[in-house]
T-cell receptor
Framework: SAVISQKPSRDICQRGTSLTIQCQVD?????MFWYRQQPGQSLTLIAT?????????ESGFVIDKFPISRPNLTFSTLTVSNMSPEDSSIYLC??????????????FGPGTRLTVL | KNEVEQSPQNLTAQEGEFITINCSYS?????LHWLQQHPGGGIVSLFM???GKKKHGRLIATINIQEKHSSLHITASHPRDSAVYIC???????????FGKGTRLHILP
């Protein structure tokens, strides 16, 4: 199994500022995913971060707004830039264990709750 | 005891079969999510529901708040339905999300 930690667990930020969320995994993983859950909504995938390459963003998300770093196989950061109240959400990172198809387990971080005033 | 439990853990079925995946939870929740993960891919949100039933195409999700139980049904299953299905519940007290371990579904052609 993989243990994932996220920092910060929660934060309250002012409009126009940026916040970087860290995701640390206790084992090497190929793919890391960043999700957002807006209040009252389900999870939405923001991007997939692979080590050594640019992150792949989902429709509706752009690198300028959500820059992602993936410097090694155990760590990633997501920055929420130029924040507005609409960015108030829970942000989660998750990892897919290495393995064969249908033998993958999905592990999630505890989430970062962001409130933008 | 896990706060969110899914059953079965693994399920292999023939194309066309009716599929049921169950989720039981022991915590107070405001809503429950059903997620789908394809091999090597991210997660797709299928449903978020807090009462009753929702339907989308061949997928049906039901929830019984009193019994703390939800089911995901797939009618006329197809090999492309093969994926891991995850039940997830956000906790009321701190908005942390508790995920079930997933049900690995394999539909044979």
């Amino acid at each position: 199994s993989a243990v994932i930690s996220q920092k910060p667990s929660r934060d309250i930020c002012q409009r126009g500022t940026s916040l970087t969320i860290q995701c640390q995994v206790d084992s090497q993983v190929t793919m890391m995913f960043w999700y957002r859950q807006q209040p009252g909504q389900s999870l939405t995938l923001i991007a997939t971060a692979n080590q050594g390459s640019e992150a792949t963003y989902e429709s509706g998300f752009v690198i300028d707004k959500f820059p992602i770093s993936r410097p090694n196989l155990t760590f990633s950061t997501l920055t929420v830039s130029n924040m507005s109240p609409e960015d108030s959400s829970i942000y989660l990172c998750s990892v897919d264990s290495l393995g064969l198809p249908f033998n993958n387990e999905q592990f999630f971080g505890p989430g970062t709750r962001l409130t933008v005033l | 005891k896990n706060e969110v439990e899914q059953s079965p853990q693994n399920l292999t079925a023939q194309e066309g079969e009716f599929i049921t995946i169950n989720c039981s939870y022991s915590v107070g929740i405001s809503a429950l999510h059903w997620l789908q993960q394809h091999p090597g891919g991210g997660i797709v949100s299928l449903f978020m529901l807090s009462s009753g039933k929702k339907k989308h195409g061949r997928l049906i999700a039901t929830i019984n708040i009193q019994e703390k139980h939800s089911s995901l049904h797939i009618t006329a299953s197809h090999p492309r339905d093969s994926a891991v299905y995850i039940c997830a519940v956000p906790l009321n007290r701190d908005d942390k999300i508790i995920f079930g371990k997933g049900t690995r579904l394999h539909i044979l052609p």
